[in-house]
């Protein structure tokens, strides 16, 4: 048990209940201090439980917080909180952001106001509260981050607004009114960290009387890496498209997700993605055109697409019909990334093509021997024999070595047979290298040793010929030189793409990002630019597009002045528009929050910390040294070692042929039987054999793996960090509440099964929860996040917010408001605490909306609560989770 | 190849179209006008697809060569049909021959389950930079729905990549994916009793109302009618066709107890309801290994679930108006290879069609003595989609754009094969 003690105002501890006996007696601590075990109450240090030597009791009851009303001092103490110890700050690369602050959080409980003193850590993370838990009250001082040092997005933004006005002024429309800080709140949180704040950030910020509180707040956001990269990652998988369920891509996923943590500019991640090569496990950038393997033009559409804006994909079979990029254009760009090879295993010099040489040597040599001569040519099979007696150095061969035409022949078919033989011999081997292959077929990019593009076999037009070569030249911009060296042309070529000059590099992720933060873009669509484009403000598009340059690309400090823009601060802008018309930022553009951000808001009122909650994390790490330790053991490895290990992985295959051949005979003896039960008896035991089988060969050839899983040598850093782990137990700890005293046991036992089926709720619903870039992408069809509108990472920026009625149904009835307001949630620990029906509606909506609720909303639940008691709480909870004003942003 | 009679101003004045949201379906029929194919005056009304992922065997299923050592040790059976022969796996269906349209002529190139799949329900190639509606989907779009609270489209079956999708046409037009049959229409019932349903529904709109007064736009009025149609879907009466359980014992086990052959009795319950297209899913097809052994098991469940599927549609009176298809993305090699097992073959294979005005009792095509070549009726798989879409009145020749106006049709090049219908 934690218990912090609060003396002269300042705030002590944790310390345990032994070094409190210690301090006591030392008489660093009066029994009159002020002390909190429990995380909700201030009690006097006397009454801790075990501080006068009794035992402690096993468990804390939560609602012994209503214990002493008395002494509950209702006593507002302002807290000057100073360095703590406690826990290691974890360190991000390049900063390290370390707050202090006044935070207060105001609860009420019966008989008092008692304000909590929390601080944060550096990831934001929320204090968590519940029977067994302490408040971490850890407050540390302020510093500047050490990357950022002096930049002040503040002038840029207000010429961001000076040019916004003036483009107002010049259509007649006036500016729309700005927002209140609640509204502030929540959009500045799901903006940059992709969820709503918790009551207790949201108390931090509406209570601060900082002058510069906004502005604060948004630095803050910004330099919480955890959140940041949860929300900043959708953008990129969308991008990308980054599926997770084939090994490669948690490379790529993970490699993304921490080049957004340590803000990598832009320019040089873009450039890392369109240059990648080589192995995944050196250069996870690979991937990128791993994503598309055996698709290669398409590659190139989606590269110009996603960087350029600019939509090629029809000039792939002709000139583009109302664009003006022609056939030879898209070829000449295709022709940079052509020679790009993804195939695993197919260089002369890999394992693999070894395994196949060896193949092909004993099969020779079976033919020759067989054959008897050294010289025996090469005849592929019996029909060929007399072809090759027809040649005209026939008669020369036959005579030199004394042969008839018949003993040729003769000979010339014992050699196929022989050679058949061996082949079919060596055919389980082969099914081997194909089984253990198959672990890694995507782990590399390299350069195709000869394999120009050539025009396709209908081209049409004057500027080239059918079947013709074509060399690489760009489609825009300057040009790049010729150059021979294959890996030189693909580093011009990045070159090219994310140079400066680039007409369209910058000009792109501009308006992408603006769209990100205001609902749409400078100019739309943002990914199909033409010579037609609209752009209404061309003069705001140009001073984004030099801010982005003088920034370096910096990504965050980008997005760092376009929301410290009054914009940002505007009202939405209320009536429809349909895509086409013209836009001109009274106010931002009313949407639907993401898949995502639904997902993590919605666990943020559940999880306590869900930034930095990983519970896949260790398994993810467990599955990319899994797949690194597999090419280890083929490719790796010196070919001596590893082809003896496949010949007898081939053997075992052969074996279990054998007898798989007597197992099909009685299976088909009990089919034609009609003794269907036999017969799928002996199925099944096969299948089970087979497996077993390809698990030895496994066994036999991955060395580098135990138990199917990497050898600890080779994997890094899988422990679970602390965050995930006190999460994890919570959960696992969580309990139903023991029903009040006062209950008559009719009540008592209706009360015990309504929190036993809550507890099962809230199981089922955590089971499978963190933050969306912690689970599986895209997640499954009828997974909230799919039904959401996730996208389904084939199609680039493929993620919707329509609304579909599987999404309504979700609402409208799953258990998910039920695992809201369990005890075990936060927001549910937080309602159990509290008394009054005022007191919780209160806190349903500040927790779920960011705002109190008005007096006529007040009175409209309280009317049915009258009738209906705390049903009406759970109601009120359901309620908001379908209401419009929770999924959309205002 | 761009038509000779688009012209630049046409594609802009489309390109507008469908940036304000105007559908172009209306706009772009064949070059000329009439369509190529006139359409039956009569076309089938719903369509389920069933769908063997994996590759089924032809030879080892419907185009039987006793006479070959290809054939291995499957065996033949009568069926009600003179003349038409089937896997002695499934003797069930072989009571049904006489409602079939056997295809053995189907002819491809795609060999990886992968792009075989895209293709079969596509009809175009897969690729990276855009999706292709499904059937079942361009039949929504074009046609609507006939019962107007239940989905037109729905796909049954666990998760995969590739199943007839909604490609680029809007998001309304994705089919509903149900994993489970026998757990139905997910979250489609209140966790609490109607009465306190009811109320926090109205405490739920009360407290809204204000808000909904301030923001009205259509993002925010779409999710207000989708409410509303999921509220009304929950009272309806047409819900209770996803709950396969409160079918008859009886009829239900007809089905068998496999994923596949409830899914096949919620098919026919959702074509009951009038649901235009049901996707039904069954894998497990790939059978590179142990093929003989493989098989009767599969057979077993496919031959039992789509017998019972074929009875019930006739017995509900559907089985005229519905187009069965049963269908795989490729076949498998007739030479039975060292694993006993047989490998992708796309260039000879079978699929069946039944109901919606196909021939019934009746064989289209042939493959050489070994079932490794199509020598009479070759089809490709455009082709049978195209016969698919004409029999439920789908033109062929309809011209629908992406959001990036490239055309599409439903079956690309796809000619409709007019002699399998009656």
Redesign the interface.
């Known amino acids: 048990m934690k218990v912090y003690v609060h003396r002269d105002d300042k705030n002590f501890g944790p310390y345990s209940v032994a070094q409190l006996r210690e301090y006591l007696k030392a008489k660093n601590f009066t029994e009159d201090d002020l002390a909190c075990y429990d995380g909700a109450n201030w009690v006097k240090l006397s009454l801790v439980p075990g501080i006068s030597e009794n035992p402690l009791p096993a468990r804390e009851e939560p609602e012994q917080k209503d214990r002493n009303p008395e002494r509950t001092p209702s006593v507002k103490v302002r807290a000057t909180l100073e360095q703590q110890t406690a826990k290691p700050v974890p360190k991000t690369r390049r900063k390290i952001y370390v707050l202090s602050g006044v935070a207060l959080v105001s609860i009420s409980l019966i008989g008092g106001i008692i304000y909590f003193f929390t601080g944060e850590k550096t990831d934001s993370s929320t204090p968590t509260t519940g029977s067994n838990n302490a408040i971490e009250a850890i407050s540390l001082s302020e510093k500047k981050p050490s990357g950022t040092t002096s930049f002040d997005p503040r002038p840029a933004a207000e010429k961001i607004d000076e040019l916004l006005n003036a483009h107002l002024k010049s259509e007649n429309l006036n500016p729309n009114p700005l927002i209140s800080d609640g509204l502030f709140l929540r959009r500045i949180y799901l903006s940059i960290i992709g969820r709503i704040p918790t009551i207790l950030e949201a108390n931090n910020f509406l209570n601060s009387t900082s002058k510069n509180k906004h502005s604060e707040l948004i630095q803050k956001l910004l330099s919480n890496d955890a959140g940041y990269t949860a929300h900043h990652y959708q953008f990129w998988a969308d991008l990308l498209r980054i599926p997770t369920n084939v090994d490669y891509t948690l490379y790529y996923r993970e490699w993304i997700k921490s080049q957004i943590r340590n803000n990598t500019p832009y320019d040089d991640l873009v450039h890392q993605l369109v240059s990648g090569h080589g192995l995944i496990f050196d250069n996870p950038a690979a991937a990128y055109y791993l994503?598309?393997a055996g698709?290669a033009l398409?590659?190139m559409?989606?590269s110009v697409?996603i960087f350029l804006g600019t939509?090629l994909?029809?000039a792939q079979c002709?000139d583009h019909?109302?664009d003006k990029w022609t056939q030879m254009d898209y070829f000449k760009m295709a022709a940079y990334t052509y020679d790009f090879d993804v195939r695993m295993g197919v260089a002369k010099n890999s394992n693999r093509q070894r395994v196949y040489q060896d193949f092909g040597k004993r099969k020779n040599a079976a033919y020759k021997k067989e054959a008897g001569f050294e010289d025996f040519p090469h005849i592929h099979d019996e029909s060929k024999i007399d072809e090759w007696l027809g040649q005209p150095y026939a008669p020369g061969y036959l005579e030199r070595n004394n042969l008839t035409k018949e003993q040729f022949k003769e000979a010339a078919v014992r050699a196929i047979a022989a050679r058949k033989k061996v082949e079919?011999f060596d055919?389980?081997v082969s099914?081997s290298v194909n089984m253990l292959y198959g672990h890694i077929s995507n782990v590399q990019v390299k350069h195709h040793d000869d394999k120009p593009l050539k025009l396709p076999h209908d081209y049409q037009y004057d500027n080239g010929a059918p079947e013709e070569i074509v060399k690489p030249g760009t489609m825009f911009g300057p040009e790049i030189p010729h150059l021979e060296d294959q890996t030189e042309r693909k580093n011009a070529y990045a070159d090219w793409l994310t140079s400066p000059e680039n007409p369209r590099f910058t000009r792109v992720i501009v308006n992408r990002l603006w769209k990100r933060a205001f609902g749409h873009g400078i100019f739309e669509p943002v990914d199909?630019l033409t010579d037609r484009t609209e752009i209404n403000q061309p003069a705001l598009l140009r001073f984004l597009e030099n801010l982005m340059q003088e920034l370096d690309y910096d990504i965050r400090a980008f997005q760092n002045v376009l929301f410290h823009t009054e914009l940002f601060r505007r009202e939405?802008h209320?009536?429809?528009?349909?895509?086409?018309m013209k836009f001109h930022f009274a106010g931002p553009l009313?949407?639907?929050m993401s898949a995502e951000q639904i997902w993590d808001s919605i666990t943020a009122l559940i999880l306590p910390n869900v930034d930095s909650y990983a519970p896949n994390r260790k398994r993810t790490q467990e599955r990319i040294a899994r797949t690194k330790a597999i090419y280890q053991s083929l490719e790796g490895r010196p070919i001596e070692e590893v082809l003896p290990r496949i010949r007898e992985a081939g053997a075992q295959r052969r074996e279990m042929?054998a007898e798989?051949?007597e197992?099909?005979k009685k299976?088909?003896s009990a089919?034609?039987q009609s003794n269907?039960e036999l017969?799928?008896k002996?199925?099944d035991e096969?299948?089970v054999k087979?497996r077993a089988m390809e698990t030895k060969n496994r066994e036999l050839v991955l060395v580098d793996l135990k138990d199917n899983q990497a050898n600890p040598a080779t994997m890094m850093g899988s422990s679970m960090d602390t965050t995930t782990m006190e999460t994890s137990d919570r959960i696992s700890q969580a309990r139903p509440r023991k029903a009040p005293g006062n209950l008559d046991p009719n009540e008592r036992r209706r009360w015990e099964d309504r929190e036993r089926l809550s507890l099962r709720h809230f199981r089922d619903v955590v089971r499978q929860m963190a933050r969306a870039v912690e689970l599986e992408s895209p997640a499954?069809?009828?997974h909230f996040l799919r039904d959401f509108?996730q996208s389904?990472r084939?199609?680039?920026d493929?993620s919707?917010?329509?609304?579909?009625?599987?999404?309504?149904?979700?609402l409208?009835?799953?258990?998910l408001n039920?695992a809201i307001q369990n005890s075990n949630a936060f927001l549910g620990g937080l309602l159990a605490a509290l008394q009054t029906p005022e007191d919780k509606i209160d806190l349903i909506y500040r927790s779920m909306l960011t705002r109190k609720p008005n007096s006529?909303?007040i009175e409209?639940?309280l009317s049915?609560y009258e009738t209906?008691g705390e049903?009406?709480i759970e109601?009120?909870v359901?309620?908001?989770l379908?209401?419009?004003?929770f999924?959309?942003i205002? | 190849?761009?038509k000779s009679d688009?012209n630049?101003r046409r594609?802009?004045e489309l390109?507008?179209g469908s940036?304000?949201?105007v559908s172009a379906s209306n706009s772009f029929g064949a070059a000329g006008g009439k369509s190529a194919f006139p359409l039956p005056a009569d076309p089938a009304k719903q369509l389920i697809y069933l769908y063997m992922e994996g590759g089924m065997s032809h030879i080892d299923t419907f185009d039987l060569k006793t006479s070959h050592k290809n054939q291995g040790?499957t065996?033949p059976i009568n069926t009600n049909v003179d003349g038409i022969r089937v896997s002695?796996?499934l003797p069930n269906l072989a009571r049904h021959a006489e409602k079939l349209c056997i295809v053995n002529s189907l002819t491809s190139t795609a060999g990886d389950h992968e792009k075989g799949n895209y293709f079969m329900h596509t009809s175009y190639q897969q690729?990276?930079?855009?999706?292709h509606p499904g059937i079942g989907s361009w039949y929504h779009k074009l046609k609507g729905k006939i019962n107007p609270t239940l989905?037109a489209s729905v796909f049954i079956g666990r998760?995969s990549?590739f199943h007839g999708s909604g490609g680029?046409f809007?998001?309304?037009f994705?089919p509903?994916?149900?994993?489970e049959p026998k757990s139905g229409?997910?979250?489609?019932?209140?966790?609490v009793e109607k009465t306190?349903f009811d109320?926090?529904l109205n405490?739920?709109n009360?407290?809204?109302a204000?808000?909904?007064k301030?923001?009205?736009?259509?993002?925010?009025r779409?999710?207000?009618?989708?409410?509303a149609?999921?509220?009304r879907?929950?009272d309806s009466p047409d819900l209770a066709a996803f709950d396969i359980h409160r079918e008859d014992e009886k009829i239900k086990s007809r089905y068998g107890t496999e994923p596949f052959g409830q899914g096949c009795l919620l098919a026919r319950r959702l074509i009951e309801q009038n649901v235009r297209s049901v996707e039904v899913s069954f894998g497990g097809w790939d059978t590179h290994?142990?093929n003989?052994?493989?098989l009767?098991?599969l057979c077993?469940i496919m031959d039992q679930a789509v017998a019972a599927l074929l009875d019930d549609l006739k017995r509900v009176g559907k089985l005229e108006d519905t187009v069965v298809v049963l269908t795989t993305e490729f076949g498998r090699t007739p030479q039975i290879n060292?694993?006993?097992g047989r490998d992708h073959y796309p260039q000879a294979f079978t699929s069946v069609l039944a109901g919606g005005g196909f021939k019934g009792g009746y064989v289209h095509g042939k493959t050489s003595e070994g079932a490794e070549e199509v020598i009479e009726g070759s089809m490709t798989i455009p082709d049978f989609n195209a016969t698919i879409a004409h029999a439920l009145g789908i033109p062929v020749d309809h011209v629908l754009y992406s959001p990036?106006?490239?055309p599409f049709t439903v079956a690309h090049k796809g000619k409709p094969q007019l002699g399998l219908l009656s």
């Open positions: 994503r598309d698709m398409d590659n559409s989606n697409r939509r994909e029809c002709h019909p109302f079919d055919n389980p099914q199909n939405m209320l009536e429809d528009h349909s895509p086409g009313l949407k639907r042929r798989q051949v197992y099909e299976i088909s089919y034609a269907n017969a799928k002996l199925t096969l299948k087979v499954k069809r009828g509108g389904d084939e199609v680039i493929n919707s917010s329509n609304a579909s009625i599987p999404q309504a149904l979700y409208l009835n799953s258990p039920l006529s909303e409209r639940v049915d209906h049903e009406t109601d009120l359901w309620a908001l379908n209401s419009r004003q999924t959309f205002q | 190849m761009i688009f630049r594609f802009l390109a507008a940036f304000l949201g040790s065996k002695s796996h690729r990276a930079t855009i999706r989905p998760e990549r680029f809007e998001p309304e994705e509903l994916a149900i994993n229409l997910k979250y489609a019932k209140a966790l306190r109320r926090r405490l739920a009360d407290i809204d204000e808000f909904l301030r923001y009205h736009s259509k993002p925010i779409a999710y207000g009618h989708m409410y149609d999921a509220v879907l929950m290994q142990n003989f052994t493989s009767p098991e077993h060292q694993n006993v990036t106006v490239r």
